[in-house]
């Protein structure tokens, strides 16, 4: 009977110390999130308040438009791309940063500064640096004798894409860096003196010791980034718009463009519900491989 | 051997100085033209400022909704970081310290939000939003940065506390202190290192953050410094110097914090490694 009573005091508390977590969360994630996969099976404008049922047209939509395809496409480069050139720079960073010897502090805060950036700021900043006329990387070439390289580099489809991915990289390496700069320093030193008395060279050390053991950094960074990837919006806000013409047009930008610029909010939380399922694909998947990984420790 | 391992060190300085002077450029270019007008920017990118020229600050403190922009960005980080602590630390104790059934299906119902992108759910809390009468306001953002961030923070709380004995709450419940006296007065002060990495994460993200502030707070008034600074490039889109000023204002509170708290930010990035 005392158990009885003690536990009732105790779940008590529990009740409501958990109580404004659950409210707020439940009310402004779940709820919402569980509107969006309603409304995508309407083709409602986002400002009537006739709400129209249209079963899975949305969906049909997306399967058949061009437009989607195509952001569908630049989303799919942006996570490839991206997530290789953030990983090899990171890691590259990560590397130099455990062998430098002087001002090792100092190096890791100016790698790492962009990361504290707002993406709108750093659109800005690159979007000047690149600018065709008054652009740093334009005056850069011409001074060095280079002009003919010269490119709009934003206004350009060819160029637009890979210039937001570029100053990207720029912005994000710093945090995969620190922590793969985490997991090299929990690497035993003697491995690698062992391995360089029995005649391994640099190269050889780094790809047979260190970065085998370096895989949980590695896994995590790759999931990490893959995921950033997909969430990128500020950059392409401010650089380009989704521009030109569609050229660096993500499926969030089309989400935000569709839902608010064309008040089709319908089809927009259609395409919110394709990047729920890509999200859910990757973590489901991230945490299949991660759990492989710890079974194998 | 010596001497080659001297050769070795100063080509690995070298690498990296170079690499640093790439990465720091943007960041140097952006607070070096704050102090250029408009017609030095054009004309040579990348000369020096000839003086301190600081009538774009002048004109974005005085004639612009800047300042008004600026003291809401700090209510909006401020405020939602101050209920998060109160919040988030409280649910995961309960959690931590109580496996049952029912605190294990909480947590798993937590986590799941850190699953769903803000993108998924945003066109729908928009209209919720305006149906409960919040849009337009500044309480508004601060519940969603609230919601939005207890699936992390639970997580991150709840592994801490795994490594916090109960021995001392045990006592202290048999002198009869209350269960909320207990965790405010002795579990919250163990939780500093964590709530600090939090609070940076977390503040960094809301004084960043674009999109959602530009769609709900209301038209015609001032916003946040980023949103206003995503404006003025649009309008006044030959003012360069003007919005450097303005990125600058924005960017040297970040660089502060960021100097003075290193050791967090660094913890917060590693532990936010683990929400993956």
């Keep these: 009977m005392n158990a009885s009573a003690k536990k009732k005091k105790w779940s008590d508390y529990v009740f409501w110390f958990i109580l404004p977590a659950l409210v707020v969360y439940t009310a402004f994630v779940i709820v919402p999130t569980l509107s969006s996969v309603y409304l995508s099976f309407t083709s409602w404008d986002g400002i009537s308040t006739k709400i129209n049922y249209i079963g899975f047209d949305n969906f049909i939509e997306i399967v058949k438009s061009p437009r989607v395809h195509n952001a569908l496409k630049n989303t799919l480069i942006f996570a490839i791309v991206l997530v290789l050139l953030e990983n090899i720079v990171a890691l590259g960073l990560a590397v130099l940063m455990d062998n430098v010897r002087w001002f090792r502090n100092f190096f890791r805060s100016i790698f790492y500064f962009p990361v504290l950036m707002s993406g709108i700021i750093m659109g800005f900043i690159w979007m000047i640096i690149l600018n065709y006329n008054f652009g740093v990387i334009n005056q850069l070439l011409e001074m060095t004798g280079l002009g003919f390289l010269k490119a709009d580099w934003l206004g350009d489809p060819d160029y637009a894409l890979i210039s937001i991915i570029l100053s990207t990289v720029w912005k994000a390496a710093g945090y995969y860096m620190v922590i793969y700069l985490a997991g090299l320093q929990g690497i035993p030193q003697e491995l690698n003196e062992a391995a360089s008395i029995d005649g391994a060279n640099r190269w050889q050390q780094f790809r047979h010791i260190t970065f085998p053991l370096l895989a949980g950094a590695t896994t995590v960074c790759i999931m990490l980034s893959m995921i950033g990837s997909l969430k990128i919006f500020d950059q392409i806000a401010v650089m380009t718009d989704g521009g030109p013409g569609f050229a660096t047009e993500t499926l969030t930008y089309i989400i935000y463009k569709v839902g608010f610029g064309e008040l089709r909010q319908g089809f927009g939380t259609a395409l919110a519900i394709v990047l729920f399922l890509l999200t859910l694909l990757i973590s489901l998947i991230q945490m299949k491989v991660l759990r492989k990984r710890e079974v194998q420790m | ?276």
């Design chain 2, 1 to 276: 051997m010596k001497k080659d391992i001297k050769l070795n060190d100063i080509i690995i300085f070298a690498v990296t100085l170079i690499l640093a002077v790439i990465f720091a450029f943007p960041i140097f270019f952006n607070i070096m033209s704050a102090f250029k007008s408009n017609g030095e920017i054009m004309r040579d990118a990348i000369a020096f400022p000839k003086g301190f020229y600081l009538e774009s600050f002048k004109y974005l403190l005085t004639e612009t909704k800047y300042p008004e922009a600026m003291l809401n960005s700090t209510i909006l980080t401020v405020c939602s970081i101050a209920v998060m602590i109160l919040v988030i630390p409280m649910a995961a104790y309960a959690i931590e310290r109580n496996s049952s059934k029912w605190t294990n299906g909480i947590f798993t119902y937590f986590l799941f939000g850190m699953m769903i992108p803000f993108q998924v759910y945003m066109i729908p809390l928009f209209k919720q939003l305006k149906m409960i009468g919040l849009f337009g306001t500044l309480t508004g953002p601060i519940l969603v940065y609230i919601s939005g961030s207890i699936g992390f923070g639970v997580l991150l709380f709840t592994s801490f506390l795994k490594g916090i004995p109960r021995e001392i709450e045990e006592s202290a419940e048999i002198d009869g202190c209350t269960r909320t006296g207990i965790f405010w007065k002795i579990v919250f002060p163990l939780l500093g290192p964590v709530t600090a990495s939090m609070v940076v994460l977390q503040g960094l993200g809301i004084w960043n953050d674009f999109l959602m502030p530009m769609m709900v707070l209301p038209t015609g008034q001032a916003k946040t410094m980023i949103v206003e600074l995503f404006y003025y490039v649009g309008e006044f889109s030959s003012r360069w110097d003007m919005i450097f000023a303005g990125t600058t204002m924005s960017l040297v509170p970040v660089l502060i914090a960021f100097l003075a708290l290193q050791k967090y930010f660094v913890k917060g990035v590693s532990s936010g490694a683990i929400k993956g």
